[in-house]
């Protein structure tokens, strides 16, 4: 069974910086799609940035300019490069693997806290 091992994570002032990697534990096909999403307290889960095998990047327009996706294929790896962290990017962030037809796999969550 393969598992989404998140880290990263933490607390960090305003203003500050965090990277988020997400690996996959096991061999799977590589995925058509990689992503990161997060869900604040009382929100709902939303998309923060996804990365296609074809390194076709989509963000989030919060995030546009100070969050950074990337992936390693070799190791089934997705990063996400965070800067100029504000307070409202708090919430649990997820990372995302998914193959058409074949796997949709959630990782377990990373809490990421931003103070002002």
């Known amino acids: 069974q393969v598992q989404l091992v998140e880290s990263g994570g933490g607390l960090v002032q305003a203003g500050g910086s965090l990277r988020l990697s997400c690996a996959a534990s096991?061999?799977?096909?590589?995925?058509?799609?990689m992503g990161w999403y997060r869900q604040a307290p009382g929100k709902q889960r939303e998309l923060v940035a996804t990365?296609?095998?074809?390194?076709?990047?989509n963000y989030a327009d919060s995030v546009k300019g100070r969050f950074t996706i990337s992936r390693d294929n070799a190791k089934n790896t997705v990063y996400l490069q965070m800067n100029s962290l504000k307070p409202e990017d708090t919430g649990v962030y997820y990372c995302r693997m998914n193959r058409v037809m074949r796997y949709d796999y959630w990782g377990q969550g990373t809490q990421v806290t931003i103070s002002s």
């Open positions: 096991g061999s799977l096909f590589s995925p058509n799609l």
């Open positions: 990365i296609t095998n074809g390194d076709n990047t």
